[in-house]
Protein backbone atom coordinates (compact mmCIF):
# COMPACT_ATOMS: atom_id res chain seq x y z
CA UNK A 1 0.00 0.00 0.00
CA UNK A 2 1.32 3.71 -0.66
CA UNK A 3 0.04 6.92 0.11
CA UNK A 4 2.04 9.65 -1.76
CA UNK A 5 1.17 13.54 -0.97
CA UNK A 6 2.14 15.63 2.26
CA UNK A 7 2.23 12.37 4.26
CA UNK A 8 3.90 9.74 2.15
CA UNK A 9 4.31 5.97 3.09
CA UNK A 10 4.78 2.62 1.68
CA UNK A 11 3.45 -0.68 3.51
CA UNK A 12 4.34 -4.06 2.57
CA UNK A 13 3.20 -6.94 3.72
CA UNK A 14 4.03 -11.09 2.54
CA UNK A 15 2.00 -13.72 3.99
CA UNK A 16 0.35 -11.44 6.17
CA UNK A 17 3.34 -9.75 7.92
CA UNK A 18 5.07 -6.84 7.28
CA UNK A 19 8.04 -7.16 5.24
CA UNK A 20 11.00 -4.54 5.12
CA UNK A 21 12.21 -3.64 1.43
CA UNK A 22 14.84 -2.11 -0.07
CA UNK A 23 13.05 -0.83 -3.45
CA UNK A 24 9.05 -0.64 -4.05
CA UNK A 25 8.20 0.36 -8.05
CA UNK A 26 5.41 0.20 -9.70
CA UNK A 27 6.61 -3.02 -11.85
CA UNK A 28 8.98 -4.79 -8.76
CA UNK A 29 9.46 -5.46 -5.49
CA UNK A 30 12.84 -5.68 -4.31
CA UNK A 31 13.31 -7.66 -0.46
CA UNK A 32 15.91 -6.62 2.24
CA UNK A 33 16.22 -10.78 2.00
CA UNK A 34 17.08 -10.74 -1.46
CA UNK A 35 13.86 -12.04 -2.63
CA UNK A 36 11.82 -9.90 -5.66
CA UNK A 37 8.36 -9.61 -6.37
CA UNK A 38 8.07 -8.41 -10.54
CA UNK A 39 4.67 -6.88 -11.48
CA UNK A 40 3.29 -6.50 -14.74
CA UNK A 41 0.77 -4.42 -14.29
CA UNK A 42 -1.95 -4.93 -16.94
CA UNK A 43 -5.30 -3.38 -15.84
CA UNK A 44 -6.34 -0.84 -14.10
CA UNK A 45 -9.59 -1.78 -11.83
CA UNK A 46 -10.45 1.48 -10.75
CA UNK A 47 -8.65 4.82 -10.43
CA UNK A 48 -10.23 8.48 -9.17
CA UNK A 49 -11.25 10.18 -6.86
CA UNK A 50 -12.57 7.80 -3.54
CA UNK A 51 -15.41 10.36 -3.28
CA UNK A 52 -16.62 9.23 -7.38
CA UNK A 53 -15.17 5.39 -7.30
CA UNK A 54 -14.56 3.28 -4.81
CA UNK A 55 -17.03 5.44 -1.64
CA UNK A 56 -19.38 6.66 -4.12
CA UNK A 57 -22.39 3.85 -3.59
CA UNK A 58 -22.01 4.39 0.39
CA UNK A 59 -25.50 6.44 0.93
CA UNK A 60 -24.88 9.66 3.49
CA UNK A 61 -20.91 9.52 2.60
CA UNK A 62 -20.87 12.64 1.40
CA UNK A 63 -22.18 14.61 4.70
CA UNK A 64 -19.97 12.17 7.18
CA UNK A 65 -16.72 12.11 5.64
CA UNK A 66 -14.67 15.56 4.74
CA UNK A 67 -14.18 16.49 1.24
CA UNK A 68 -10.55 16.05 1.62
CA UNK A 69 -10.78 12.73 2.02
CA UNK A 70 -13.27 11.75 -0.87
CA UNK A 71 -10.83 13.45 -3.22
CA UNK A 72 -8.14 11.86 -2.65
CA UNK A 73 -7.07 9.72 -5.56
CA UNK A 74 -7.22 6.06 -6.10
CA UNK A 75 -5.86 3.87 -8.36
CA UNK A 76 -6.17 0.29 -8.43
CA UNK A 77 -4.47 -1.89 -10.44
CA UNK A 78 -4.62 -6.25 -11.11
CA UNK A 79 -1.03 -7.80 -12.02
CA UNK A 80 0.57 -10.93 -13.09
CA UNK A 81 3.20 -11.29 -10.67
CA UNK A 82 6.54 -13.59 -10.29
CA UNK A 83 8.08 -14.04 -7.08
CA UNK A 84 11.86 -15.06 -7.30
CA UNK A 85 14.42 -15.90 -4.52
CA UNK A 86 18.04 -15.96 -4.07
CA UNK A 87 18.99 -19.90 -4.79
CA UNK A 88 16.20 -20.98 -5.74
CA UNK A 89 14.87 -21.78 -9.32
CA UNK A 90 12.08 -19.64 -11.02
CA UNK A 91 10.64 -22.04 -13.42
Same mark, same amino acid.
Given at each position: ?????? +????IV???? =?? !?PT????????? +?????????? $?SL??? =????? !????? !???????? +??? $????????????? !?? +? =????????
Amino acid at each position: MGWMGD +FTRRIVYRNG =EM !APTSVIEDCQIE +FLDGSLLILD $RSLVLR =EGPLG !ATALS !AIPGLRET +FPA $RLLKVNECKWRSR !AR +F =ERPGMSNC
